[in-house]
């Protein structure tokens, strides 16, 4: 707020001189003039009197002869002076509403806002850099987890479809390149609640600027990147960037599951779901020959992974010199009848529209369909507002780089656990994927499952550290025992504890706690909330363990002791 106090005096010099020229003027004529009294004396106005006299007047408020009548030459010259004095009010009303209205003062205004905003933040924060198609996903995430997002984008619209957007927190956003350090720092780079940077910008280049200055700036805020490309994903790596998120990547790596074991891919798919998206389905992409529209970097990965699963693709391109395509690739884009062919599509089991322009997506799978009605198909949706169409296409599978990203980006904040869980699972056969599957829908139905960590300490579960620090053995099923009813069962599923550097994929429910274990639950929603319940309140614990309803605050235990004693 100083800057901007500072800045709007230094615009406004010249007119305030102007408006206290014109005052003053206007007051040493009223000084100077001599007057008289209703007596016919000699009288002259002092400064106090001739300021009040402008003071009222300039300002076109009111007139009047005070203390006593004025003489002609007086009149004459109030004449002068209110003419003078309005010209110089218009003046310098004029300047202030063009200042207030000028591009730079609002940047100057806004960033002071924006500052204020951070630095009165109380609560642990992501600076989210980038707000387009990606990065509003993740931003919408972060609020609706109840985890505050700060953003920066260079795009002044965006910014302003952030103040509209009607997030369920208020959420600070500035108009500038988040690669510029000082606007790193503005944001809260070194601010003590500073969770950590999120980098969705637009380009490689950005992101990448972002990384090397947040890791000098603040080498201890974790940072999560997304690399369009290998190399600069490779280049991030280099100076120790926690996690690189390539969406293109990801989503090869999740279809190649998908063809391995449906089952694992549906665990993945359920655990790291995105409130308010629709929840996935069973999915089994057929073996057999696949065509690939497209050999951009989504073409390239998802080749490349379906050849490690021992999957045949043929590749249609446009430009295959330019892209570096495989011998054997058809050219044309995809969405004409005699390419398809060409390529084999009568005998192919499925299809992947992988351009980067979603109508010739559409069409290219809309064109193999009159083909051959029986392809699984697969296709790259690239820009948001066009998901009512997609949806309307009845694809077998969507590519949503903005998903993809979100539902890494959550799962790292959220759930870290989860990235640890999901490659334990890995080595895990399609049977136990299955048994899995069954045991989540038993416990959710047809809801999307919640995943939360409890961590076992003084501050996340204060009863259970008491109560295991005073001897008293704590299982698991103790944990999951729901706190209004002993007899029921909270409705959630451990899926992996973390104890001194060990991981415990599906413990048991016998199995004993220690402090400082880590477990990651996945179940309905608000069976957290009564598992912290327990981890917290000495009560529930004492009733889920003993049975024990044991009255809480010393009026109830008051009460409870005088009903003992008259029993007795």
């Known amino acids: ?328 690739t058809v050219v044309g884009r995809g969405t004409e009848a005699e390419t398809l062919q060409e390529a084999g599509i009568e005998d192919a089991v499925g299809i992947l529209a992988g351009t980067d322009s979603d109508p010739n997506n559409l069409s290219i799978i809309l064109t193999a369909r009159e083909l051959n009605p029986n392809l699984f198909t697969v296709a790259r949706q690239s820009l948001g507002r066009n998901q009512a169409i997609f949806e309307a296409a009845d694809l077998d599978l969507v590519l949503d780089a903005g998903t993809v990203l979100t539902r890494e980006v959550l799962g790292l904040i959220t759930t870290p656990l989860m990235e640890r869980f999901l490659q334990l699972t890995l080595s895990q056969d399609d049977a136990w994927a299955n048994v899995l599957v069954s045991r989540i829908t038993a416990l959710v139905g047809d809801e999307l499952p919640h995943t939360w960590s409890l961590p076992l300490g003084v501050k996340s579960a204060p009863a259970i550290i008491d109560y295991l620090q005073a001897g008293h053995p704590f299982q698991l099923g103790d944990l999951l025992t729901d706190p209004r009813d002993r007899n029921e069962w909270v409705p959630a599923l451990p899926l992996l504890v973390h104890r001194e550097g060990a991981y415990h994929l599906l413990p048991a429910m016998d199995m004993a706690l220690q402090p400082a274990d880590r477990i990651l639950f996945c179940g309905r929603s608000g069976a957290a909330h009564h598992m912290a319940w327990t981890a917290c309140d000495h009560g529930a614990l004492s009733y889920v363990t003993t049975g024990d309803d044991r009255p809480e605050g010393w009026l109830w235990e008051w009460l409870a002791r005088r009903g003992r004693g008259a029993q007795a």
Request: hydrophobic letters at 45%.
């Open 1 to 328: 707020m100083p800057e901007v106090i500072f800045l709007l005096l230094r615009r406004m010099r010249a007119p305030l001189v102007t408006l206290i020229s014109a005052y003053a003027v206007a007051m040493l004529g009223l000084v100077l003039i001599p007057g008289e009294t209703a007596d016919g004396e000699p009288w002259r106005m002092d400064f106090f009197h001739a300021f009040y006299v402008v003071t009222y007047t300039a300002p076109t408020i009111g007139f009047g002869e005070i203390p006593h009548p004025f003489t002609g030459a007086q009149r004459l010259w109030m004449m002068f002076a209110i003419y003078g004095l309005v010209f110089a009010w218009l003046y310098a009303i004029g300047m202030l509403l063009s200042i207030l209205q000028d591009p730079a003062f609002r940047r100057v205004v806004d960033l002071s806002r924006f500052r204020r905003s951070v630095r009165r933040l109380s609560e642990p924060f992501y600076i989210v850099c980038g707000y387009g198609e990606n990065g509003s996903l993740v931003v919408r995430a972060l609020a609706d987890e109840g985890i505050r997002p700060v953003v920066v984008d260079s795009d002044a619209e965006r910014i302003e479809a952030l103040k509209v957007e009607g997030l369920t927190m208020e959420v600070p956003g500035l108009n500038a390149d988040a690669d510029d350090p000082q606007v790193l720092i503005d944001a809260g780079l070194n601010h003590p609640d500073c969770a950590g940077v999120i980098a969705v910008s637009r380009t490689d280049e950005a992101n990448l600027s972002i990384a090397v200055a947040s890791k000098l700036l603040a080498p201890q805020v974790p940072l999560i990147c997304r690399a369009r490309h290998r190399d600069t994903e490779a280049n991030m790596a280099s100076f120790g960037t926690e996690h690189i998120i390539n969406p293109f990547d990801t989503f090869a790596e999740r279809f190649a599951m998908a063809v391995r074991s449906p089952g694992m891919y549906l665990i993945y798919a359920w655990l790291t779901g995105i409130e308010h998206q629709p929840v996935a389905r069973p999915l089994v992409p057929p073996r057999g020959k696949w065509i690939l529209c497209g050999y951009g970097r989504f073409g390239k990965a998802m080749r490349e992974r379906l050849a490690e699963e021992g999957v045949d693709t043929v590749v249609v391109e446009a430009e295959p010199e330019g892209t570096g395509a495989p011998e054997g």
